[in-house]
């Protein structure tokens, strides 16, 4: 969410920016199961339930951990620069339903569920470096204690009145910082604590759905538009407009990018590319998106679509396993998208600050580095403190067993695809899985 602004004039509740904001938290959370079919459909059959649980289930925890206390931690009234907190807001008990967000000319109601829905996905952004490995009840604990410990109190750095980040000035639109750089240095933290897949590096782990793959990107580039156009929190001036039109612009020139380097590098466009390299536009254009032009869109997202593509190779080099590619398209995208902004803001957008090719220097790219670097250091060393406690009190990993078997049957005693019923004799296939993790070279090899 922008840095607030006081209206002039009119501070009366809003029907049209209202039903817009409604709008646009529903699309909001629509992109968590767009990520469950997303990460879904890039894993390997056995674990694609449990993928998708592992998304779904933040939408139960973290709502109501939302009502309960995280929506006072985020934006209360500020402690320090550190955390919020108002005990008026504590399960949402004292607000008026026609109480208006300050300065703003929605409710407070409006407000808090636009934000929930962010709270929401953050932590389900992380379960992709986590694929096949880590017991639900394990993830759905971690769910708890990361948005209480991690989220809730970054969210009121950034967008919350008092917040370090927020006095300081540090551009982040729609949550570059607060969301992606988040979750992905929150996953690089956890993947470090619990290691490797069984066969990582040895054994092909292929998506089994490229259509799934597809279908999830769909939705999640749609969603986005709710997620970033939304953060204005009204259509009053038209910087919520120049959002939008950015979002679809920088997404596009993504895609364009990652494609490009990815016919270069592996000699074939693929739909994976093509689907994560929109997934790094959006990341990308979020925290930039209200302060740079359409020109500088495009720049954002071809920049982001090549260093995205480059990024995910990273893994194989360092030896971390991130399954997904989270950190390869979250944090870096997220990091290039908040940086790119102390560079790009044309001071014509959300506010009159200049980057350094619109003749501002660099005072704004400093503010940035100061934004994204604080957010990663603090979200990695929690997420790995709280993912080696867990470790080792409750377990984070599934036995070696269940993981080589398949974690679906044996934490939710499912089968993503049942053909029990299909007929057709007893002939058994071998489904040939397509491209490896976002950015790999697809397969030339045909199994029979």
């Known amino acids: 969410m922008a840095p607030a602004i006081t209206l002039a004039a009119e501070t009366e509740l809003s ?18 199961p767009a990520l469950a079919f997303f990460y879904g459909g890039m894993v390997r059959v056995k674990s694609t339930l449990n993928m998708l649980m592992m998304s779904f289930i933040s939408l139960g925890i973290v709502t109501v ?68 490995r880590v017991k639900f009840t394990a993830w759905a604990l971690f769910i708890a204690l990361w948005v209480t410990i991690v989220y809730f109190p970054v969210a009121h750095w950034v967008w919350g009145a008092g917040g370090w980040a927020f006095e300081l000035g540090v551009i982040d639109f729609a949550g570059g910082t607060a969301v992606h750089i988040n979750a992905g240095a929150a996953a690089l933290g956890v993947i470090l604590v619990i290691g490797k897949r069984v066969g990582f590096k040895k054994d092909p782990m292929r998506p089994h759905s490229l259509p799934l793959v597809m279908l999830g990107a769909g939705l ?16 009053d001036d038209g910087v919520g ?40 536009g959006l990341v990308a254009i979020t925290p930039a998106g209200g302060a740079v032009s359409p020109l500088g869109a ?14 995910v190779g990273l893994k194989y080099r360092f030896g971390y396993d991130d399954s997904l590619d989270v950190v390869g398209v979250h944090m870096v995208g997220g990091i290039l998208g908040s940086l790119l ?56 990993r599934v036995s ?45 090899k045909v199994d029979a």
């Open 341 to 396: 902004v102390g560079l790009f803001a044309s001071g014509k957008g959300q506010s009159d600050v200049q980057g350094l090719f619109y003749g501002g220097g660099l005072d704004q790219f400093w503010k940035q580095c100061a934004g994204v670097f604080g957010v990663l250091a603090y979200s990695l060393v929690v997420s790995a403190v709280l993912a080696f406690l867990l470790d080792r009190t409750i377990g984070m």
């Open 65 to 132: 951990l939302w009502v309960l206390y995280g929506f006072s931690m985020a934006f209360g009234t500020d402690s320090g620069s550190l955390v919020g907190w108002n005990s008026d807001w504590v399960g949402l008990s004292n607000i008026g339903l026609t109480e208006l967000w300050d300065g703003y000319t929605i409710p407070v109601f409006v407000f808090l569920v636009f934000q929930l829905m962010f709270a929401v996905l953050t932590p389900a952004l992380i379960s992709g470096a986590l694929a096949d």
């Open 220 to 235: 999640l580039w749609f969603g986005w538009f709710g997620f970033n156009a939304g953060s204005w929190l009204g259509n």
């Open 400 to 444: 070696e067993d269940v993981e080589v078997a398949g974690i679906d049957q044996a934490e939710h005693a499912e089968t993503a695809y049942d053909f029990s019923g299909a007929g057709g004799g007893a002939a058994r296939t071998t489904a040939t899985p397509a491209a490896s993790t976002a950015g790999s070279a697809p397969s030339k």
């Open 298 to 311: 495009i720049a954002v997202g071809l920049i982001a679509g090549v260093v995205c593509a480059m990024a």
């Open 241 to 280: 407009a120049l959002m939008f039109v950015n979002t679809q612009v920088a997404t596009g020139a993504a895609v364009l990018g990652w494609l490009a380097y990815e016919k270069i590098r592996h000699g074939a466009f693929t739909t994976l590319g093509a689907a994560s390299g929109a997934v790094s």
């Open 15 to 32: 029907a049209a920016n209202t039903g817009f904001m409604l709008i646009c938290s529903a699309l909001v959370m629509l992109m968590t």
